[in-house]
């Protein structure tokens, strides 16, 4: 790629808002579940009773583990979430870029 081509990339207002609304949408989602993720972590460090709490009356099950698989599915979810923007709004605005950069 020549670098005229590189730098008319750079300054395209499209390529600047792409990178902009991906990198916020990014952290923004990094950051929800590292609060998950350390909220969790934190509790069984600092409270464990709360997560080791039964879940009812004579139950093996604590309330630490719907809440763990609770963590995990957010995981999932929350990747579907970036997936299918970047599929979407992302994929659309790449191309309108490329486009744009090989003249057509």
């Given amino acids: 790629m020549k670098q005229e081509m590189v730098d008319r ?7 600047l808002h792409l990178v902009k609304t991906r990198t916020s949408f990014a952290w923004t989602l990094t ?3 590292l609060v998950i993720y350390f909220g969790f972590v934190l509790t069984i460090a600092f409270d464990p009773s709360i997560l080791g709490a039964q879940l009812s009356a ?4 604590t309330v630490g583990i719907p809440v763990g698989v609770a963590v995990i599915v957010i995981a999932f979810v929350l990747t579907g979430i970036y997936v299918r923007r970047a599929n979407g709004e992302f994929d659309e605005l790449t191309a309108k870029i490329k486009a744009k950069a090989k003249g057509e």
């Fill in 9 to 15: 990339i750079k300054n395209d207002p499209d390529f």
């Fill in 31 to 33: 950051i929800v579940m």
């Fill in 58 to 61: 004579g139950a093996v099950t």
